[in-house]
């Protein structure tokens, strides 16, 4: 938030207001994506702004920002492009009037899906030098769903704190039971 606060110039990128450094950390502010979380998981500075947490819930997943918001705002993005706090390419998302394209939304999931791949090839390669004794096993997440599905086991989150564990194990459980 101080980042995206210093880059904005203490203002809140959908309203213009002045942002006050003494309630940064408190609920009055959110970190907003331009590209939706709902269609892209792109944590990048390039696709965060700080904003006020009720511009936030007033915009939604709408892309592309409204045009209120770009007439009002166009002009301090371009301020801040040219003393370059912001990209080019954060500069583009925000003025942007055109919906997301088919092409884009599937880009979004095969990067996503190549991310996944090598982070899975990256600790496959810390275990294996860690633990060069082990074997690796791969598993799929659809897997594990059957395997709940077909033996009544239930997955609720808010029930324990422990879920990820109990994830995994059912992986291990899958790979060698079920399979």
Same mark, same amino acid.
């Given at each position: 938030?101080?980042?995206?606060?210093?880059?904005?110039?203490? +203002?809140?990128?959908?309203?213009?207001?002045?942002?006050?450094? =003494?309630?940064?950390?408190? @609920?009055?502010?959110?970190? #907003?994506?331009?590209?939706?979380?709902?269609?892209?998981?792109?944590?990048?500075? #390039?696709? /965060?702004? /700080?904003?006020?947490? @009720?511009?936030?819930?007033? @915009? &939604?997943? *709408?892309?592309?920002?409204?045009? &209120?918001?770009?007439?009002?705002?166009?002009?301090?993005?371009?301020?801040?492009?040219?003393?370059?706090?912001?990209?080019? +390419?954060?500069?583009?998302? /925000?003025?942007? $009037?055109?919906?997301?394209?088919?092409?884009?939304?599937? =880009?979004?999931?095969?990067?996503? %899906?190549?991310?996944?791949?090598?982070?899975?090839?990256?600790? &496959?390669? %810390?275990?294996?030098?860690?633990?060069?004794?082990?074997?690796?096993?791969?598993?799929?997440?659809?897997?594990?769903?059957?395997?709940?599905?077909?033996? #009544?086991?239930?997955? $609720?989150?808010?029930?324990?704190?422990?879920?990820?564990?109990?994830?995994?194990?059912?992986?291990? *459980?899958?790979?060698?039971?079920?399979?």
């Amino acid at each position: 938030k101080l980042f995206l606060y210093f880059q904005q110039m203490g +203002r809140c990128m959908y309203s213009n207001e002045p942002i006050s450094i =003494g309630e940064l950390f408190t @609920k009055a502010y959110d970190i #907003d994506h331009i590209y939706p979380r709902s269609k892209t998981k792109d944590d990048s500075f #390039d696709n /965060l702004v /700080l904003v006020k947490a @009720k511009e936030n819930r007033e @915009k &939604t997943d *709408i892309y592309p920002i409204e045009d &209120t918001i770009r007439t009002r705002m166009k002009s301090h993005w371009e301020l801040l492009k040219n003393h370059k706090l912001i990209s080019q +390419r954060k500069y583009d998302r /925000l003025v942007r $009037v055109d919906p997301l394209t088919a092409d884009e939304l599937s =880009g979004f999931i095969a990067r996503q %899906l190549v991310e996944t791949n090598q982070s899975v090839k990256a600790t &496959t390669s %810390l275990l294996k030098r860690f633990y060069p004794d082990s074997e690796i096993v791969y598993t799929k997440a659809e897997n594990v769903s059957h395997f709940r599905h077909d033996f #009544d086991f239930v997955q $609720v989150r808010s029930l324990s704190n422990h879920h990820h564990a109990q994830d995994a194990y059912l992986h291990i *459980i899958v790979r060698h039971v079920y399979l």
